[in-house]
């Protein structure tokens, strides 16, 4: 995966933060310099409903301003999409898709469509709830998108997330470590996959 | 000096706003334009702004509140999207007619029905004949500079009239994208205090507004209501030029790309441009003279230039975002097909529609329309008023 220009979607439910996920994840590309579109697909959107978001990250200014049909990286945030949605629809060989669950990687793989490219896992409720109290899978996934594209240093990340966080939560700094912790734990957990 | 950061167009319009200041803004929340007096309300809620912001029961009332104050010689402004849009249908007749340079941010979405949220220009070209300036935005850059040069325009006492800057819905107005904003004092100086020449709150020189007018004036009221339509393009060229030396980036009625030697040209306004410049780029390095011609400006309409700028093309494709369900196809290609003929501009034309209540325009769209074009130039007759990325049966 070409960490310089990349195309992501993110796949969700309603009130996940899959769009809040792309969104930072825009936001924390800006930091380190690079062009950057964070964008969600609106449908009937209710909690709980399929979702879709995307991310272009590029070394120069992005024109086009479309869906993305063909990415380099999918997140699934839920893994119950998997039997409903065709996550992997377009995503290229060479990429990677990413799942939050708990099982392994070879009980996933069935489950995706006999794609042939990169796949990893990460059990964000674990990480989540460990970390902060509650089950919040965006910082996870968030960590994830990252660790797997390379869309950046790892140590610019954490600083820059840590910045965001402490913007995020000025009124509710007692949540600024635990989802610090949330990313460096799925950076750790990611680690013998990567 | 201008300052690199990320917003989506929503934030961009909302910062441009607390910039500019306005007296007052009267508004009714309509998705995907909440997020303007939204962001706005926070603004003034933490004192970085001080306009009076009026949280009314209707688009209907807004308008009215808008034409209110901006009678009263108040810098008025609003925002709305869609069936909001049309419910104001009335009030933006009053607005124009009473040459009242009040501004409105709008965020394009598609009328009903079927009841969809998403992208298309049927509400700003359903008002195109209101009496109102009309300028679209590409991205989200576009957005913000758009609504600052919108007063400076509308208030110029050559033009006297209400200024529409448009956004696609979700598709600009959603996404987080790199933008250039400009320092507050900046932004203030380019659009500078309101000074109205005549006003309801000047008791010095009395005057009325939206009188009853008998057949003997009527008449007249709307002749120089469109002498100043006709005069706004001078003022919307000084302006754009004005903002050009400022800060060094727009244009003025429309961007040309890459079209100065291109056989194949493709019209089309709004985000859609963004992505047909890139399909224009794989082309031409496969060895196809392909251009765009984005339109920035829909009122006035710019027709001599339109036709100037297509003159040396084989075939253009002209891309409504908007059904006009006449038989004829949409207003942007009726419109520039007049404008071609009136000015003997004898080359193919193909109308389409594309891209109705949020139906994803992409390279590929633009790459088959482009195709077409090559088809429509060797003399293949090509299907006028072509819906691109239809679904048919298969």
Redesign the interface.
């Known amino acids: 995966m070409n960490g310089k220009n990349i195309e992501i979607r993110w796949h969700g439910r309603g009130g996940q933060g899959a769009k809040t996920a792309a969104l930072l994840l825009a936001d924390v590309c800006f930091k380190t310099g690079a062009y950057v579109q964070g964008f969600p697909e609106y449908g009937p959107e209710r909690m709980g409903a399929p979702i879709t978001a995307f991310n272009r990250i590029s070394d120069r200014q992005i024109r086009v301003h479309s869906n993305i049909y063909n990415p380099d990286l999918v997140v699934v945030v839920d893994e119950t999409l998997l039997t409903s949605v065709d996550v992997t629809a377009g995503l290229s060989e060479d990429g990677a898709v990413i799942v939050n669950t708990d099982k392994k990687k070879e009980e996933i793989i069935p489950l995706l469509n006999g794609y042939k490219g990169g796949v990893y896992t990460v059990d964000a409720r674990a990480i989540s709830v460990a970390a902060l109290g509650k089950y919040f899978p965006n910082s996870p996934m968030l960590a994830a998108a990252v660790a797997v594209s390379h869309v950046m240093e790892k140590e610019d990340f954490i600083k820059e997330m840590r910045a965001s966080y402490e913007h995020k939560f000025a009124k509710k700094p007692e949540v600024i470590d635990g989802n610090m912790k949330a990313l460096t734990e799925t950076f750790a957990a990611l680690e013998d996959q990567l | 000096m201008s300052r690199k950061d ?1 917003m989506s167009g929503n934030e961009a319009v909302a910062f441009a706003i607390r910039q500019v200041n306005p007296d007052v803004m009267p508004a009714f929340p309509i998705t ?1 334009s909440t997020e303007i007096p939204q962001m706005v309300s926070t603004y003034i809620a933490n004192g970085e702004m001080d306009t009076e912001f009026i949280p009314v029961e209707s688009e209907h009332s807004s308008m009215s509140a808008a034409i209110g104050s901006e009678a009263a010689g108040a810098r008025s402004m609003t925002a709305t999207s869609s069936c909001g849009l049309a419910f104001m249908w009335e009030e933006l007749l009053v607005a124009a007619s009473n040459r009242l340079p009040v501004v409105l941010t709008l965020v394009n979405r598609t009328l009903s029905g079927p009841i969809n ?2 992208c298309d220009h049927s509400d700003g070209m359903g008002a195109r004949d209101t009496g109102w300036i009309q300028i679209y935005a ?2 989200n850059q576009e957005a913000y500079d758009n609504y600052i040069q919108a007063f400076p325009i509308a208030e110029d006492k050559r033009v006297h009239l209400p200024v529409m800057v448009c956004q ?1 819905g ?3 107005s ?5 933008i250039l904003v400009e320092e507050d004092e900046d932004v203030k100086e380019f659009v500078g205090e309101y000074h109205p020449e005549e006003f309801l709150l000047n008791p010095g020189k009395p005057v009325s507004v939206g009188p009853y007018a008998v057949s003997a004036y009527s008449m007249e009221a709307k002749y120089n209501q469109e002498l100043a339509m006709e005069a706004s393009k001078e003022v919307i060229a000084e302006v754009a030029q004005k903002f050009r030396d400022k800060f060094g980036r727009g244009f003025t009625f429309f961007e040309e790309y890459r079209t100065e030697d291109a056989d194949y040209i493709m019209l089309i306004m709004g ?2 441009a ?2 047909a ?2 399909a224009v780029d794989e082309l031409r390095d496969a060895g196809v003279k392909a251009g765009v011609l984005k339109l920035r400006v829909f009122r006035p309409f710019p027709e001599d230039e339109i036709a100037k700028a297509l003159r040396g093309c084989k075939a253009v494709a002209i891309m409504d975002r908007c059904e006009s369900y006449n038989g004829n196809g949409g207003p942007l290609s009726s419109e520039v097909c007049a404008a071609l003929y009136r000015n003997e501009v004898f080359i193919k034309t193909v109308s389409y529609v594309y891209g109705l209540a949020g139906r ?4 590929d ?1 633009a790459k088959k329309v482009f195709s077409q074009l090559e088809e429509a130039a060797k003399g293949v007759k090509i299907k006028q008023h072509t819906y691109v990325g239809l679904r048919t049966k298969s």
Do not use: C, L, M, Q
């Open positions: 990320r995907p949220i998403n590409e991205n696609d979700f598709i600009t959603h996404a987080v994208e790199n985000s859609a963004g992505t410049k890139e994803d325009f992409t390279v769209s």
